[in-house]
């Protein structure tokens, strides 16, 4: 069984800090693991995905996570917030098997202070 | 342009009434889900299809059917079973199993009268 625990529902910043996201993850196999990002009555996009090639992954938007086994996590960073990043960000693993299931996180509200 | 589109964005229901929701993907993608989203959660899955002519219940199927005569559609009915169905539905599509990501719809806010 997969699970997927994102640490803080919610996570507020002053514009220009760096952002940290927390994602903690438990699968029986070796897992991909994604964040997506969703603004307020939008569908999700993509932000990055880790697929078990390297453990550093960059996405858009100068987002990215770092895989670590043996702290089972897959934390989100970005250096700088800006005020466009406000919004709900979704921490998503799957094992791959079953048919391609994601299981999703709770989710964590990025607010940016200006 | 290719993507997921879904229809309408906003749909009223009446209690007592089916409702369906449109899911169209034009990128040629073999699976195809529907999710549903309450404020403040996550997505949980309601159905999903990895073929055409083929779907399965998802963790929440109760109150819902859905077909999949076409690889491109994949609409989503929500029935007079459905107890609490005012929701957030969320399409979404993948090449297929194994990993690949998924690509989602805009969404269609669901509010029940």
């Known amino acids: 069984a997969q699970s997927v625990t994102q640490l803080d529902s919610h996570v507020s910043v002053s514009e220009g800090t760096p952002v940290l996201l927390r994602c903690n993850y438990s699968?029986?196999?070796?897992?991909?693991l994604f964040w997506y990002v969703q603004h307020p009555n939008k569908g999700l996009q993509l932000l990055l995905k880790?697929?078990?090639?390297?453990?550093l992954v960059k996405g858009i938007n100068g987002f990215e996570a770092e895989f670590k086994k043996s702290e089972t996590s897959f934390h989100l960073t970005k250096p700088s917030a800006h005020m466009s990043d406000a919004a709900e960000y979704f921490c998503?693993?799957?094992?791959?098997?079953?048919?391609?299931?994601?299981?999703f996180g709770g989710g964590t509200r990025l607010m940016v202070k200006p | 342009d290719g993507g997921i589109t879904q229809s309408p964005k906003y749909l009223f229901r009446k209690e007592g009434q089916n409702v369906t929701l449109s899911c169209e993907q034009n990128l040629n993608h073999d699976a195809m889900y529907w999710y549903r989203q309450d404020p403040g959660q996550g997505l949980r899955l309601i159905y999903y299809?990895?073929?055409?002519?083929?779907?399965q219940k998802g963790d929440i199927a109760e109150g819902y059917s859905v077909s999949r005569e076409k690889k491109e559609s994949f609409p989503l009915t929500v029935t007079s079973a459905q107890k609490n169905p005012t929701a957030f539905y969320l399409c979404?599509?993948?090449?297929?199993?194994?990993?690949?990501?998924?690509?989602f719809g805009p969404g269609t806010r669901l509010t029940v009268l």
């Open positions: 998503v693993v799957s094992d791959g098997n079953a048919g391609n299931m994601l299981t």
């Open positions: 299809s990895q073929i055409v002519n083929d779907f």
């Open positions: 880790y697929t078990s090639a390297a453990t």
């Open positions: 979404a599509s993948s090449i297929g199993a194994g990993g690949y990501e998924q690509f």
């Open positions: 699968s029986s196999y070796s897992p991909s």
